[in-house]
């Protein structure tokens, strides 16, 4: 269940190719992107680098491609990302950032992101996940109204998000997907050991994380299903994919949550050899819709290993 990639959806009341410029072009993107601007016109195969206000180097990669919108075709924007405005997320690998920018009604844009790629980025996937929205905020504001946004507040407050919060994320992050390597890993009693410290310690920093929403708490919940299922213990995985569900249904959580909310009933259920029932939330699993292509391939990829 690690999930790899952030995706967004937002609708602009404004024509296709003022959305574009305004993805593109350093006059535009320096009035939502937090003051950042292009080094050097963005080129199709060519590197670029943005900079903030002040100068500093902010963001780099390649562009892979840069189509612009057409008549019934979709505008596409790809770039590497790398993030240079910190030590720490510099030292992770490059992710990918995709725009689809497409005219869907009498000055309406469709703009789609998806920022992928971020297996190997914990840091970067933390980063980006709430940044994004805020970014895409702000180009709709400035897009529709002219003004920017102001600086970003949590909850209402407006004092900026903790740093004792933030690190809590990145612990969260980094032990979730630590846990998720040794879940497929050959069983022995470390191994054991650690995933299930692992699984506790995400679900504690989760809990303490900067812009900590319920879907933090199911997906941590269900980390810890997954990790007493598969060291042995079944029967406290099943109540704890219980939880899981129940949560799901009461909190109007869906997707491949829901999904996976039934896949850790189905293994816990196959462990304990009950085997009718294991087969029905197996099928549950699989009846759940899942909108993004690569998160549908996760879940199928996890059920095949059911069997």
């Known amino acids: 269940m690690t999930i790899t990639a952030h995706v967004y959806q937002i609708h602009i009341n404004a024509d296709a190719d003022q959305v574009w410029a305004a993805i593109t072009q350093s006059e535009w993107k320096r009035r939502y992107f937090h003051g950042t601007s292009y080094a050097e016109g963005p080129v199709p195969g060519a590197r670029y680098r943005t900079v903030k206000a002040d100068g500093g180097d902010a963001v780099d990669g390649m562009i892979e491609e840069m189509t612009p919108p057409g008549p019934g075709t979709p505008g596409r924007f790809v770039q590497t990302w790398h993030v240079l405005y910190d030590a720490d997320l510099a030292a992770e690998p490059p992710s990918r950032v995709e725009w689809t920018v497409e005219q869907v009604g009498d000055r309406l844009t469709r703009v789609r992101l998806r920022h992928g790629d971020l297996a190997s980025s914990p840091l970067t996937w933390a980063s980006v996940k709430d940044g994004w929205v805020w970014v895409l905020d702000a180009l709709k504001t400035v897009l529709e109204t002219g003004r920017t946004l102001p600086s970003i507040t949590v909850d209402g ?151």
């Open 157 to 307: 407050d407006d004092s900026p998000v903790s740093a004792e919060g933030d690190w809590h994320r990145r612990q969260g992050v980094e032990a979730t997907n630590a846990a998720f390597e040794l879940l497929p890993a050959q069983r022995d009693a470390e191994a054991d050991e650690r995933l299930l410290r692992l699984a506790y310690a995400a679900a504690y920093h989760w809990e303490r994380a900067a812009g900590r929403a319920p879907v933090n708490d199911v997906r941590a919940d269900y980390l810890v299903s997954r990790a007493l299922t598969a060291t042995g213990q079944p029967d406290r995985g099943l109540r704890v994919a219980d939880r899981v569900l129940g949560s799901c249904r009461e909190l109007g959580i869906d997707d491949f949550d829901l999904a996976y909310a039934h896949e850790a009933r189905a293994r816990a259920l196959h462990a304990l050899g009950r085997a009718e029932e294991a087969a029905r939330a197996w099928r549950d699993a699989r009846s759940v819709e899942v909108a993004d292509p690569e998160d549908r391939a996760l879940v199928e990829a996890d059920l095949a290993t059911l069997g």
